[in-house]
């Protein structure tokens, strides 16, 4: 018999898949599906084939190292490097057929000498700076290659990309402005399809979702709409063990320095799940764990600091639990976006940082 694990962390391949096949019904155009930290922490290497059976032909990661994990994985897709290709890199790009996000003249150029070093055109998102300030050629670049068109001998451009920076305030003025911008640029690239959305683009007007939608965040269960009940499945359950269970009297404190003070007479249970488990240290006197009894979903308050490895709950008047059983600390009770809200963080992060020490269970028959 396997010992029960402390904690573990069920990722719902059904749900990401159900969600995936949501968001590209959306549109008329097509969804790639972004990958890049391993699938915001859950795992590219079980998720991305699950959504290739499922019908995504195109993925996006954000290192060029997360590329090639997935190439033998995902034989036949396209598969896109946000990040670009650096110097030295030209030639794993072209050899594991692997496309790069171009974002600036010199990655240009890199990408050109290559494909004139091949004798042969090479494809290439290229990627616009409309407002985000981070990545993909400014105004300035884009007005010196269109007065030197030589600089894309040899590149296929096949889409020109932007990134929204506001996608999730759908009355911000701020996208309608980069959508233009991206259209304008379009012009001057016939053969190219646009790509814009992330998760939260697609659910402003159908024209943002454009030729090729890059969601994320909303596959993984996170809402896209945050203004607006979630749309989207939850896809991540993080359970934890109740190590010990003690009564304290009115007055006694738990846990570092001592931050939660007992109103009662009052029953603590102590978790096997903490900070190093990406469970934040922020969230100390803030979230819950809930434990399920049948049909009863009962709340225990979190109580104290987070340590490392523990957590203390409140379990005052919960009749039924005890040691070994299980407290969810995410999941359908706690979605990874309001844990984000308590602790000042969004659901991205709570996400990519889930610890690697859990029991991992994928969900789904893929
Ligand atoms: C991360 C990322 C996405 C996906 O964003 P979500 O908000 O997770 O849907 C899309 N495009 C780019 C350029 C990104 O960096």
Known sequence: MNPTPPATLEIDLTAIT???????????????AVVKADAYGLGAARIAPALAKAGCTQFFTAHLSEALALRPLLPRAAIMVLHGVLPGEAVMFTENNIIPVISSLPELALWSAEAQYRSRKLPAFLQFDTGMSRLGLSPEEFTILRENPGLLTGVNVTHVMTHLVNAELPND????????????????FPGAKISLAN?????????????????????YGLNPTPAQPNPMLNAVRLSGRILAIREIETGTK???????TAPRRSTIATVAVGYADGYFRRLGNKAAGYYTHGFDVYTAPLVGRVSMDLTTFDITGIAEVKIGDSLELIGKNTPPDDLALAATSNGYEILTSLGKRFQ???????
């Open 18 to 32: 159900t969600n995936w096949r949501a968001l590209a019904a959306r549109h008329s155009g097509q969804t790639a």
């Open 173 to 188: 003025p701020m996208n309608e402005r980069q959508y233009e911008r991206i259209r304008t640029i379009k012009q001057y």
């Open 199 to 219: 998760s939260s683009g697609m659910f402003l007007p159908a024209k943002f979702c454009a030729d090729l939608a890059r969601p994320g965040a909303a596959m």
């Open 254 to 260: 738990v846990g570092y320095n001592g931050i939660w």
């Open 360 to 366: 991992r269970q994928y969900l789904g028959a893929f």
